[in-house]
């Protein structure tokens, strides 16, 4: 299995859309068994789901998250859980272990003009 990973210097990235890169953890009998960093810049909101099924990712673990990423995730095939933070290895292993829930954090722009109380760099797709 492959877990890719929003990332931002080991830490989840808080913005799926606007990810760089991704780190993917191969998974194999519930261990990790080793990671690769892939470059995301370029591919857009629109094409990253393409992109991860692409390079054989199964689960996204990531901090907020669009609705329109998450149809084209769901679409892709591609199971994710949002709203996690911190250290990417620790959420991984959270995940393997059944620790991980998604919290759903999904934020968009519309809201933001009627002045929704949120951090867009923490929330938005």
């Known amino acids: ?13 808080q913005h799926f ?15 990790i068994k080793g990671s690769t960093v892939i470059d995301a810049a370029g591919n857009g909101h629109s094409a990253l789901a393409d992109f991860l099924k692409d390079n054989g990712v199964e689960v996204l673990l990531c901090g ?4 329109g990423a998450r149809q084209m995730l769901s679409r892709a095939g591609i199971e994710f859980v949002s709203g996690v933070e911190g250290n990417i ?7 393997i272990s059944g620790g991980l829930k998604s919290s759903f954090v999904i934020c968009n722009h519309e809201d933001h003009e009627a002045n929704h109380e949120c951090s867009c760099e923490n929330h938005c797709n």
């Open 1 to 13: 299995m492959k877990i890719a990973v929003t990332t931002q210097e080991n830490q989840v990235f």
């Open 64 to 67: 907020g998250i669009g609705g």
């Open 89 to 95: 290895e620790d959420a991984v292993k959270a995940y």
């Open 17 to 31: 859309g606007k990810c760089e890169s991704f780190t993917v953890f191969d998974i194999d009998d519930g261990k």
